[in-house]
């Protein structure tokens, strides 16, 4: 009912930048709450960061001062820009939605399919 299609992944040398982006589209009645998560192999996913409708937003630790989320909700759009990356941002990054579909009361999470981010030398 909700489809997210990420983009934006991809090699990068440590110190340097990607901005991933991820699009939301189907029978959506509202989108509240966007963000990305990460996960390693063999490890639990990990909040990244997350905005809210009206754009207050909220980052892991390890990423504060270094990512940025924003968001175009005329596009349903999230966007993830890192900064800074070090080889431990290596991961496959997930998006994330809560949203309301036509025909139902309540709000119910969606994820993409991941992209693969690698940072290395």
């Known amino acids: 009912q909700v489809q997210l299609v990420e983009s934006g992944g991809g090699l990068v040398q440590p110190g340097g930048s990607l901005r991933l982006s991820c699009a939301a589209s189907?029978?959506?009645?509202?989108?509240?709450?966007m963000g990305w998560h990460r996960q390693a192999p063999g490890k639990q996913r990990e909040l990244v960061a997350t905005?809210?409708?009206?754009?207050?937003?909220n980052y892991a630790d390890s990423v504060k001062g270094r990512f940025t989320i924003s968001r175009d909700n005329a596009k349903n759009t999230v966007y993830l820009q890192m900064n800074s990356l070090k080889p431990e941002d290596t991961d496959v990054y997930y998006c994330?939605?809560?949203?309301?579909?036509?025909?139902?009361?309540?709000?119910?999470?969606?994820w993409g399919q991941g992209t693969q981010v690698t940072v290395s030398s």
């Open positions: 994330n939605t809560k949203a309301i579909v036509y025909g139902s009361s309540w709000s119910s999470d969606y």
């Open positions: 189907g029978n959506i009645f509202s989108i509240g709450t």
């Open positions: 905005i809210t409708s009206v754009g207050n937003t």
